[in-house]
């Protein structure tokens, strides 16, 4: 997860493929699970390909506001972690619908709210 400013934002190369710090990670991370899938027999079980990244420049308050909500929604926090070492199980959420429904914390909506994205597979914790 990219939470800064224009962290998502991909840059036009004219006739070329368009470059930025999304298309670097997801890259990475593919090239790292290939190379380690043939080079040393790991499986890709458990793995996805995904990136939170904002296209523009969003207001402090109001992404941590989202952030946290994210992570709520998620599960992601400490009394989550809690509940789920203790026994209690729940069925996970998509990493799309929680960004999509923690959208509705923010002040500015249209503006803050609509700047993160989601890149790559979708997946469920």
Known sequence: ???GCSSGLLRDMGEFDRIGTPYNY????WWVRFALLFAFHYSLRGRSPTLIANLWDVTDRDIDKL???VFDKMRLTPEAHRERHTG???????IVKALAE????CKLKYITGAAPVVYGIPFYL
């Open 88 to 94: 209690s199980e729940t069925d996970g959420i998509s």
């Open 67 to 69: 952030t946290q909500a």
């Open 26 to 29: 997801m890259l990475a991370g």
């Open 1 to 3: 997860m990219l939470w």
């Open 102 to 105: 923690a959208r509705e914390v």
